[in-house]
């Protein structure tokens, strides 16, 4: 069967409301506290990174639910708007789109408040078999926050490998500190890349140490939780923050420095480098070509507040790391 569309992305989708910098602590007591940037956009993992690999030229569509509601209206309005496919994107009739609130702080880190809504009933009926088998590849995003998804993805993903499709996935945090649900392992096994940052690798590493020999050691080094976690079968690619990204087969670590940034906010930047790795690897290009070209997907998305407004095209990226001298087609 022919590939309908390059990429097949399944997960969250929801109005962010990014808030700052705000470099004291949320105060409470009905405090009002002032912040110099205000933005309401499209947020989640799963629906930036669809946002990111649409602005980089692949032909994406996007499965998850939103509510009956002006945020669900929100959302489907900003993803067809930045050329992505919501046919798959179902409207719950009882439930409330998600909705987060992100307050940034100058040194570029931040606290995410989510109301979770239609995420707690997104599921496998979701996800359109005809997407699924008819797309080059498909990337599941913030693993911890769909449950009924989760539960499902090791049979998903692996029919959309057994449909000739690549896979891939982005856990993002885990609210509830566990890390370590009983199908994570199961759908490592059939992901083709691991996309975590530097921190869920670490917390995923022990945590799957824990679940194999109870001894919950952590991983001595970044390159090693990456080694423990691709011993579970897919390539692991780590977002890195300004030290820049690495990647591990289980033999090799591959790193790259990434490109200078002075970002306004990160929010979304990892959805970005997710969005960068996907596109560089279906153009076929190699791991170390696909490193460099996310990290500056991922640090060109900076470039202005919120997720979308600033992710690149191709052009855009290359040439960015062009500058850079590196020069990669």
Request: glycine share 10%.
């Given at each position: ?283 076929g290009l190699p791991t170390a070509a696909a490193l460099d070209l996310a990290a500056a997907c991922g640090a060109l998305s900076t470039r202005a507040h919120g997720g979308t407004a600033a992710q690149p095209t191709w052009d855009e990226a290359t040439t960015a790391l062009a500058r850079d001298g590196k020069n990669h087609s």
């Amino acid at each position: 069967m022919p590939h309908t569309f390059d990429l097949l992305v399944i997960g969250d989708a929801n109005p962010d409301i990014v808030l700052g910098p705000l470099d004291a602590p949320l105060a409470f007591g009905q405090r009002e506290q002032l912040v110099d940037t205000g933005l309401l956009t499209l947020g989640g993992s799963a629906a930036i990174m669809a946002c990111g690999a649409a602005a980089l030229g692949l032909e994406v569509a996007f499965s998850g639910r939103v509510g009956d509601d002006e945020s669900g209206r929100f959302v489907r309005t900003a993803l067809d708007a930045r050329g992505v496919d919501t046919g798959a994107l179902r409207v719950d009739p009882g439930l409330p789109t998600p909705l987060t609130v992100v307050v940034t702080r100058g040194d570029g880190d931040r606290t995410i408040l989510t109301s979770p809504g239609t995420l707690t009933a997104t599921g496998p009926d979701d996800v359109p078999d005809e997407l699924l088998t008819s797309s080059r590849h498909v990337h599941a995003a913030s693993y911890f926050l769909l449950p009924e998804l989760a539960t499902a993805l090791p049979e998903l993903l692996g029919r959309a490998r057994a449909h000739s499709a690549t896979t891939s996935l982005d856990t993002n945090d885990d609210p509830s500190g566990r890390w370590a649900p009983a199908a994570l392992a199961a759908t490592l096994a059939v992901t083709d890349f691991l996309l975590p940052n530097a921190r869920e690798a670490l917390a995923l590493a022990t945590a799957l140490t824990t679940a194999a020999d109870g001894t919950g050691r952590s991983p001595a080094s970044l390159a090693d939780a990456a080694r423990a976690l691709a011993a579970h079968g897919p390539l692991v690619v780590v977002k890195d923050g300004a030290e820049g990204a690495l990647a591990h087969d289980g033999r090799t670590a591959l790193r790259t420095r990434g490109i200078a940034a002075r970002p306004l906010d990160t929010v979304g930047a990892g959805d970005s480098f997710d969005a960068g790795f996907v596109a560089a690897v279906l153009r076929g290009l190699p791991t170390a070509a696909a490193l460099d070209l996310a990290a500056a997907c991922g640090a060109l998305s900076t470039r202005a507040h919120g997720g979308t407004a600033a992710q690149p095209t191709w052009d855009e990226a290359t040439t960015a790391l062009a500058r850079d001298g590196k020069n990669h087609s």
